[in-house]
């Protein structure tokens, strides 16, 4: 893990070394904010896979020195040789989900802080079109909506009652404030509709609170990681309430923060099957084939995050797809491995 870690931060510091020159970034935020928890950050994230070519490499030791061979001659079970492992594998699962959920969330907003500050200056908008529900009964629409300035364009927010339009507001165009924290309308109307009468106010200019910040027209996606497991579950069912069309994202991250720890237990009975066989490569052919596997697994789960995105796939079912996959094989293996 130490190797490519550091392999990462030479990649890394390679990519962002002209922003963080062109930002000036303070040496200790670099060091202390960013690249600490960006170790933390992806070290849990590979750490199933790094534990696997860790059982490959430590078992293929054992069966290419015979000590495999030697146990089962002894009376050891194939099954009873798994118990380290397993024991093993629960420690290491466990760290990894509570990481997932809890710790790794807080240092992911100190390096996402960072990297708005000095890295990434600029954030995913939603520009054309917009219609979002903000609460129950009340909708808006922006033709256009310009994050970079918090100013948008043929504004309209409605207020509904069940199915009976209660009152319709437009402005031509409006900008947030950010010293009061406000929205300034300009040349609007009102439209206040009772039963089949409605009252109708026009202005200029019109400063005034509404639900809704620029922030929600500004957010990547990716800020999902830094919310903790209660703090997502909330942000979801806003999401819900507000009719976002990234749900499937938000679910994607919080499904594969449960399937990511539970993949150690499959990799690691894939890895002590296939390596406790002594084969002619000894450990580089048993290291090959398990980095040929890996390499399939990360595909497996971009496969199945693009068709849950793109494709309507349940996103419960796409983030432990690669899971039931490789369980089907480890048990295969498993089965043929040597007893």
Same mark, same amino acid.
């Given at each position: 893990?130490?190797?490519?870690? =550091?392999?990462?931060?030479? &990649?890394?510091?390679?990519?962002?070394?002209?922003?963080? @020159?062109?930002?000036? /970034?303070?040496?200790?935020?670099?060091?202390?904010?960013?690249?600490?928890?960006?170790?933390?950050?992806?070290?849990?994230?590979?750490?199933?896979?790094?534990? &696997?070519? /860790?059982?490959?490499? &430590?078992?293929?030791?054992?069966?290419?020195?015979? #000590?495999?061979?030697?146990?089962?001659?002894?009376?050891?079970?194939?099954?009873?040789?798994?118990?380290?492992?397993?024991?093993?594998?629960?420690?290491?699962?466990?760290?990894?989900?509570? =990481?997932?959920?809890?710790?790794v969330p807080k240092a992911n907003r100190e390096r996402m802080e960072f990297e708005s500050e000095y890295i990434h200056t600029y954030k995913r908008t939603l520009n054309q079109g917009i219609h979002k529900q903000i609460k129950p009964g009340e909708m808006i629409y922006f033709e256009k909506?310009?994050?970079?300035?918090?100013?948008?364009?043929?504004?309209?927010? #409605?207020?509904?009652?069940?199915?009976?339009?209660?009152?319709?507001?437009?402005?031509?165009?409006?900008?947030?404030?950010?010293?009061?924290?406000?929205?300034?309308?300009?040349?609007?109307?009102?439209?206040?509709?009772?039963?089949? +009468?409605?009252?109708?106010?026009?202005?200029?200019?019109?400063?005034?609170?509404?639900?809704?910040?620029?922030?929600?027209?500004?957010?990547?996606? #990716?800020?999902?990681?830094?919310?903790?497991?209660? #703090?997502?579950?909330?942000?979801?069912?806003?999401?819900?309430?507000?009719?976002?069309?990234?749900?499937?994202?938000?679910? @994607?991250?919080? +499904?594969?923060?449960?399937?990511?720890?539970?993949?150690?237990?499959? =990799?690691?009975?894939?890895?002590?099957?296939?390596?406790?066989?002594?084969?002619?490569?000894?450990?580089?052919? +048993?290291?090959?084939?398990?980095?040929?596997?890996?390499?399939?697994?990360?595909?497996?789960?971009?496969?199945?995050?693009?068709? /849950?995105?793109? /494709?309507?796939?349940?996103?419960?079912?796409?983030?432990?797809?690669?899971? @039931?996959?490789?369980?089907?094989?480890?048990?295969? @293996?498993?089965?043929?491995?040597?007893?």
């Open positions: 893990m130490a190797l490519i870690m =550091l392999i990462a931060i030479i &990649f890394d510091v390679s990519e962002q070394i002209d922003d963080l @020159i062109r930002t000036r /970034a303070p040496l200790s935020s670099i060091l202390f904010n960013y690249y600490k928890n960006f170790v933390l950050f992806y070290g849990n994230l590979f750490s199933p896979l790094l534990t &696997f070519i /860790a059982v490959i490499f &430590f078992t293929s030791q054992l069966a290419n020195r015979t #000590e495999i061979v030697a146990m089962l001659s002894g009376g050891v079970s194939f099954s009873r040789l798994m118990w380290p492992y397993f024991i093993s594998a629960t420690i290491l699962a466990a760290g990894s989900f509570y =990481l997932n959920n809890y710790l909506f310009n994050s970079k300035n918090n100013v948008g364009y043929r504004f309209t927010l #409605e207020e509904w009652d069940g199915v009976d339009l209660k009152k319709k507001l437009f402005a031509n165009y409006v900008k947030w404030d950010t010293a009061a924290s406000q929205w300034t309308l300009e040349n609007y109307y009102i439209r206040t509709y009772y039963g089949n +009468h409605e009252n109708v106010v026009e202005g200029k200019a019109l400063d005034t609170v509404l639900a809704f910040t620029p922030d929600e027209f500004a957010s990547r996606i #990716e800020d999902t990681q830094r919310m903790d497991v209660n #703090e997502l579950n909330e942000f979801i069912e806003e999401q819900r309430l507000k009719g976002s069309p990234n749900i499937p994202y938000y679910l @994607i991250e919080k +499904h594969t923060r449960n399937a990511l720890p539970f993949s150690t237990y499959i =990799l690691t009975l894939i890895g002590v099957a296939m390596s406790s066989r002594k084969v002619r490569g000894g450990i580089g052919a +048993h290291i090959a084939a398990g980095l040929a596997l890996a390499v399939t697994y990360i595909l497996a789960m971009k496969v199945s995050t693009v068709y /849950a995105t793109n /494709a309507g796939l349940n996103p419960l079912i796409a983030a432990w797809v690669p899971n @039931i996959l490789y369980g089907i094989l480890a048990v295969y @293996i498993y089965i043929k491995a040597p007893k």
